[in-house]
């Protein structure tokens, strides 16, 4: 298997502007995460999805934020308006079994935001 | 709300020297604890997973310990080598392992 697999590996944008990152999740793995990691804040959990469905949102810092997971293996994390405290890098993490196995996790997408 | 905190941030030894890595959390109500590698530029990597009724996991050189009730982890490297260096990350998982909290991270280094 390929791994998760993230898109793009490198966004910079401008201030205002969407952004939208991209996950694939390995095959067969029932759970989605999404994480920001900050120097400041560390890693931080943003949102997972079970089955599709999220389940708890809860570390989505504002509405500028949102996820959808309109498949099993394909997942997307929108910004919109993009603000350069948004620059970060996000990582998208699957799992099959949460409490059992461990999550794997993307190479990442480093976003800047100008 | 959980708290993790991994001692010392950085650290430096010489090839060949044993480790040792903290962590402690606040909660001591957790599901389970992992270990994760992360090298520059990269994702992370898991290392070893305890669940919250084991004391302790081993791969190679690696064993992790698990105390809940004094919220400590602590991940012994044997035998270090400059292949070691990475930043070392403690997890600690609430709600049946889908919820991780993620200490700062011990960035080590090993010298040759």
């Known amino acids: 298997d390929a791994g998760v697999i993230q898109s793009p590996r490198h966004e910079v944008t401008e201030m205002g502007q969407e952004v939208t990152l991209r996950c694939k999740p390995i095959s067969g793995h029932d759970y989605l995460f999404w994480y920001r990691q900050t120097m400041m804040r560390g890693l931080e959990l943003l949102i997972y999805f079970n089955n599709n469905v999220p389940i708890d949102d809860s570390g989505m810092p504002e509405d500028r934020f949102s996820a959808k997971m309109p498949n099993a293996s394909f997942s997307t994390l929108k910004i919109q308006p993009s603000e350069p405290r948004d620059s970060a890098v996000y990582f998208c993490?699957?799992?099959?079994?949460?409490?059992?196995?461990?999550?794997?996790f993307g190479p990442g997408t480093r976003l800047t935001v100008l | 709300k959980q708290e993790v905190t991994q001692i010392p941030a950085a650290l430096s030894v010489p090839e060949g020297e044993n480790l040792v890595l903290n962590c402690s959390f606040t909660?001591?109500?957790?599901?389970?604890l992992q270990w994760f590698r992360q090298d520059p530029g990269k994702g992370l990597t898991s290392l070893l997973l305890i669940q919250s009724s084991q004391r302790e996991q081993t791969s190679g050189r690696l064993n992790a310990s698990l105390d809940k009730s004094s919220g400590r982890s602590t991940l012994y490297i044997a035998a270090s080598q400059p292949g070691d260096s990475a930043t070392y990350l403690c997890?600690?998982?609430?709600?049946?392992?889908?919820?991780?909290?993620f200490g700062g991270g011990t960035r080590l280094m090993v010298k040759p």
């Open positions: 993490a699957s799992t099959p079994i949460p409490g059992a196995d461990t999550q794997y």
């Open positions: 909660d001591s109500a957790i599901y389970n």
């Open positions: 997890a600690v998982g609430g709600n049946a392992g889908n919820m991780l909290t």
